[in-house]
Every structure is written in structure tokens, then in C-alpha cells.
């Protein structure tokens, strides 16, 4: 009676550790990707993995985890951001999934917002229309608002 428990314990090992393997082998999708802004609009970015079961989310920005906030906060397995900052939302975005299980983590590739200035990119933009210009002028930055201009 003693052997049959003994290989009955052993299966039930072997399967839980087969379950653990097979679980760690998760992968983005999708993964967070660059995106341009208008300084002081919204944006989200998606971050999901192929496997979600066990799996817990968090934000990184420039390696400091991302803080809930009335302004930005964490949506699911998602960042969004309901108006961008430059000062405090430009960086390098990561988000992080870990099986709470095994406490394996995979770190997303870095996102960054490419922050473009609101009133000169609306005023660049219509003065390229009334002149005749391309639907959309190249992007060129700006000393003095430190950005992109488009």
C-alpha cells in the first residue's frame, strides 16, 4: 500500500510541475508599442500576454513602477493616461507580467510617447493647408517648447 502512494504522489508532482512549465511559457500579445501624442490628450497602451492565467500586470516608467493616479493609472493589464505630460510622462514604458505562481517575469520591449506640441502642431498644420502644402508637414523640433513639432 505503501508503493501506491508513493507512485501516486509521484504522478501528482509530475503533473503539477508539467502544469508549471507549460504555464511559464507565455509571450506578449499585444505588446506595448511607441506612439505619438498631443501634449494634454489621452492615450492607452495595450499590454496583454498569450496566456493570462496566474499572470499579474504592472507598469514600469524609466524603471520605477508607475503609480495609480487620477491622471494615469493602470486599466486591467493596460496604462492609460487621460492627459500627457511631458515632464512626467515622457521615458522609457514597460510593462511587466509575472506568473504569481513561479514568480518567472517577462519585461515588455520599451515604449515611449513622442510627445507633440498641441498649439503649434494645430497652428503649423493649418498654416501648411492655406498655403497648399502636404496633408501632412514633416515633423521639425521646437527650442523653445522642447518637442516635436508636426
Known amino acids: 500500500m505503501s508503493v501506491t502512494i508513493a507512485v501516486m504522489v509521484g504522478v501528482v508532482c509530475v503533473a503539477v510541475i508539467?502544469?508549471?512549465r507549460?504555464?511559464?511559457s507565455f509571450y506578449f500579445d499585444p505588446a506595448p508599442v511607441s506612439q505619438d501624442v498631443v501634449e494634454g490628450s489621452g492615450v492607452r497602451l495595450r499590454c496583454d500576454v498569450s496566456n493570462r492565467h496566474q499572470i499579474a500586470f504592472y507598469w514600469?516608467?524609466?524603471g520605477k513602477p508607475v503609480l495609480n493616479t487620477s491622471r494615469r493609472w493602470q486599466d486591467g493589464s493596460d496604462l492609460r493616461i487621460?492627459?500627457?505630460d511631458r515632464d512626467q510622462d515622457s521615458g522609457s514604458l514597460r510593462c511587466i507580467a509575472t506568473n504569481v505562481t513561479t514568480g518567472i517575469a517577462l519585461r515588455s520591449a520599451e515604449a515611449k510617447l513622442n510627445?507633440?506640441?498641441k498649439h503649434h502642431a494645430s497652428s503649423l498644420f493649418f498654416l501648411y493647408?492655406?498655403?497648399g502644402g502636404p496633408k501632412k508637414p514633416d515633423c521639425f523640433y521646437s527650442e523653445v517648447r522642447n518637442c516635436r513639432i508636426c
Open 60 to 62: 514600469t516608467l524609466d
Open 115 to 117: 510627445i507633440l506640441c
Open 82 to 84: 487621460s492627459w500627457v
Open 22 to 24: 507549460q504555464q511559464d
Open 18 to 20: 508539467g502544469a508549471t
Open 129 to 131: 493647408r492655406l498655403q
